[in-house]
């Protein structure tokens, strides 16, 4: 008897805190909507239209990489592209020309990275206006002015659409900086400390504020990607040392693409065929319907007839 008023007795509590306080109980169970997850962004190196001086130096990838670090320290709803894989894909896509990244290829490199949204940007001003210095080994000290200026634009990476911009600068005095100097990074103490290198900085954390700011009041207006069906090509000879496939430019295959090889087997039980693994082709040449690729790994047990597969 005592038991049962003493669970009846917690069933009232219970059921009058949740009536005078609903807020504080949530019984929802649904899983996470797609809004509800992080958009992921990937920052593009940022082309350079500084003082040519400094173009040795890689400015332009150089401030990408402060501004990604500055970005993932932020406590917001969004992350990012890991900067080693994004060069790796920039690079094996022929997606950059002239040390820069073509905004056109927006959706291709979107696609790529699996990326919601892409940030393509701009070194406005990269110069030292120095008024007299003395120097101490490679360092000038004197009345030396630093003045850094950056521009951002956030692009939909499902339409390529601009979804907004930002800016920003910066500007200190210190130390000067010998422009002719090569393998400078941009996270050592020479380049720190000095009237450029303070510059960067502020001008880094100015821009990365305000993007972070456009991210989030702008994540909702990023379209997800909708799921994309893969398409398969075939092989239809073989080479010495790669094949020739029947998909070709109409099908959106590019040079450079990596693309996986598969055999096709039917088990029983299963209405579609399983596809199995067993090798990767890079594409050399390319025609409207056809394509010439070599082989990147695996091809010792791969035939004609064999499947391609690609999106």
Same mark, same amino acid.
């Given at each position: ?6 669970? !009846?007795? =917690? ?12 807020? =504080? ?50 406590? &917001?709803?969004?992350?990012? &592209? ?44 990269? %110069?030292?206006? +120095? ?6 080994? $490679? ?36 130390? +000067? ?34 993007? &972070? =700011?456009?991210?989030?009041? %702008?994540?909702? !207006? ?11 090509? !075939? ?10 496939? %029947? ?6 295959? $590019?040079? !450079? ?17 399983? $596809? ?26 791969? %035939? ?8």
């Amino acid at each position: 008897m005592e038991n049962y008023l003493l669970l !009846k007795s =917690t069933f009232l509590c219970v059921l009058i805190s949740f009536l005078l306080f609903p807020d =504080t109980y949530s019984f929802s169970g649904h899983a996470a909507s797609a809004e509800d997850e992080p958009i992921t962004i990937a920052i593009i190196p940022l082309e350079y239209r500084g003082d040519y001086r400094f173009a040795r130096i890689n400015v332009g990838e150089q401030i990408s990489a402060l501004l990604t670090d500055y970005m993932v320290n932020q406590q &917001v709803n969004f992350q990012l &592209v890991e900067r080693d894989r994004l060069n790796t894909i920039l690079s094996e896509q022929n997606l950059i020309s002239s040390g820069v990244v073509d905004p056109s290829r927006a959706v291709d490199l979107g696609r790529l990275l699996g990326a919601d949204a892409l940030i393509f940007g701009t070194v406005t001003q990269f %110069n030292l206006e +120095s008024t007299g210095r003395v120097r101490v080994g $490679r360092v000038g000290v004197g009345g030396t002015r630093g003045r850094v200026g950056l521009t951002a634009r956030m692009v939909n990476a499902e339409s390529g659409v601009i979804i907004g911009s930002v800016q920003g600068s910066g500007s200190a005095t210190g130390a +000067s900086f010998d422009a002719r100097m090569q393998n400078v990074s941009f996270r050592g103490a020479e380049f720190m400390e000095s009237a450029i290198g303070r510059a960067t900085y502020d001008a880094v954390d100015d821009i990365g504020e305000n993007l &972070v =700011t456009m991210v989030s009041d %702008n994540a909702g !207006k990023v379209s997800r990607p909708a799921a994309r069906e893969v398409r398969m090509g !075939k092989i239809v000879q073989l080479l010495e040392n790669g094949v020739i496939i %029947n998909a070709g430019a109409n099908d959106g295959v $590019r040079e !450079k693409q990596q693309l996986q090889i598969a055999r096709l087997m039917q088990v029983e039980g299963l209405d579609e065929a399983v $596809r199995i693994p067993i090798g990767t082709i890079e594409i050399v040449s390319v025609q409207n319907t056809a394509s010439v690729a070599i082989f990147v790994d695996g091809g010792d047990d791969v %035939n004609e007839g064999d499947v391609v597969l690609f999106e």
